[in-house]
């Protein structure tokens, strides 16, 4: 039972049902703490108290290529370039690139949190004057896999608040299940997008009615479909567990 999903719907509810609604009705709430970028040639962090992922002891989770790689599956779209540069400079402004210039737009890929995703840098693909290899040797040392901590957790919600708030990438990862943003949020279609982030994994019947209670919420605010999809969406992306592989 994935008891942080049923836990976060609780709350998303209540923000919905009392009018709290932001970025076209999309309610978001972060317990982060505001986390200002390094500069590229910082040294390294000091080490944190890892975050228990619901499971006894600490888990290790995968690195910002694991993490770009999963979410590129579910939000890509095959049919448009400029919906791709969108999901790709999201990407790159959390996770690095790796490849020398990042995205394909003028944006420049950011490499300031990878020392809390984990995934060392390739000091040829990244050699540039400006990038982080060049300065910033120790980031060639960077181990593959880390445990989660508090710093992780809140830059990840980030971006899982720029993807789901682009229209475009919401209805990208509706298609990879066959579905538009105007289907209805059935019990059967929540699934299927649950399963975008757990693919084979059954969804309790407790958070299925969690889910279907946001929703019910969600229609007596008025809240568009599109609205109701990108809240599912944000639920999800948002949950740790499917960074454990």
Known sequence: ?????????????????????????????????????????????????????????????GSR?????FLEVIFSDPNSAVNNNKMIDILDAYLGSE?????????KANFDYIHIFGGSCDYYSEAGSAKACANN?????????????SSREAVRVRMCVDLTNEDVL???ALSKVG??????????????????????EEMSSELTSNFLELITLMSQASETPLTQWRMILFTLCRSPDWQIY
């Open 170 to 172: 919401v209805n990208a």
């Open 179 to 200: 579905l538009l943003n105007s289907d209805s949020r059935t019990q059967q279609n929540i699934k299927l997008v649950y399963s975008l982030f757990y693919p084979g």
């Open 1 to 61: 039972m994935r008891r942080f999903l049923v836990l976060v719907i609780g709350i998303l509810s209540l923000y919905v049902y009392s009018g709290c609604v932001v970025n076209d009705g999309f309610a978001v709430s972060f317990e982060s703490e505001s986390l200002p970028p390094l500069p590229i040639n910082h040294p390294d962090l000091p080490s944190e108290s890892p975050k228990s992922l619901g499971q006894e002891g600490v888990q290790t989770v």
């Open 99 to 107: 490849f020398e210039d990042g995205g394909t737009s003028n944006k």
């Open 137 to 149: 040797r120790s980031n060639i040392y960077l181990k593959n896999n880390v445990a989660s901590t």
């Open 65 to 69: 290529f694991y993490i770009r790689s």
